[in-house]
């Protein structure tokens, strides 16, 4: 079985201050991990995802995340927040023992202020 | 490229009333899912199929029925709708372990 944990439901950061959303993740398999983006009354957009190729991974609009088997954690990171990073993220994984079924944590809102 | 399109975006149904979503992707791909989403639960599997003719169950399927009769089109059918189906919907597809892509969401009201 696989499940993923948001850590935080909210998150609050100044612009140009450094994100940190967490996550962890529990997989039977050797799982592909995923952050999306979901903007107020839009649809998910992909992040970032991991394959099982390098554990440090890049994403659009600056974000990235890192793979740490021994912690099982997937944590977003971005070094400076703007504006229109506010929106609400969510980790997911995925098993590969099975047909691809994602599996979503609850989410976590980024709010960036002035 | 149109991606995954579900129609309709919006509906408000009364309890009882039954009504088909529909997900169309261009994209080829042979896995395609129907989620919901609702407030502080992420979202949650369906239903999803493996390939044209094929269905199965997600993790919250009761109420609901799909089909896949072509590779391209999802369907997912409310016969009976309830006021514990408002949600958002949305469906999505993939090549498999790659990254699936989402619609646009259908957000439905059962009143």
């Known amino acids: 079985a696989q499940s993923v944990t948001q850590l935080d439901s909210h998150v609050s950061v100044s612009e140009g201050t450094p994100v940190l959303l967490r996550c962890n993740y529990s997989s039977s398999y050797s799982p592909s991990l995923f952050w999306y983006v979901q903007h107020p009354n839009k649809g998910l957009q992909l992040l970032l995802k991991y394959t099982s190729a390098a554990t440090l991974v890049k994403g659009i609009n600056g974000f990235e995340a890192e793979f740490k088997k021994s912690e099982t954690s997937f944590h977003l990171t971005k070094p400076s927040a703007h504006m229109s990073d506010a929106a609400e993220y969510f980790c997911?994984?995925?098993?590969?023992?099975?047909?691809?079924?994602?599996?979503f944590g609850t989410g976590t809102r980024l709010q960036v202020t002035l | 490229n149109a991606g995954v399109t579900q129609t309709p975006k919006f509906r408000v149904l009364k309890t009882g009333q039954s009504m088909t979503l529909l997900c169309a992707q261009d994209m080829n791909h042979e896995y395609m899912y129907w989620y919901r989403q609702d407030p502080g639960m992420g979202l949650r599997l369906i239903h999803y199929?493996?390939?044209?003719?094929?269905?199965a169950k997600g993790e919250v399927p009761d109420g609901y029925n799909v089909s896949r009769l072509k590779k391209q089109n999802f369907l997912l059918g409310l016969e009976s709708a309830a006021p514990s189906q408002t949600s958002v919907y949305f469906c999505?597809?993939?090549?498999?372990?790659?990254?699936?892509?989402f619609g646009q969401g259908t957000r439905l009201t059962v009143v």
């Open positions: 999505a597809s993939s090549f498999g372990r790659i990254e699936a892509f």
């Open positions: 199929s493996v390939g044209e003719g094929t269905t």
């Open positions: 997911v994984v995925s098993d590969t023992g099975t047909a691809s079924k994602l599996t």
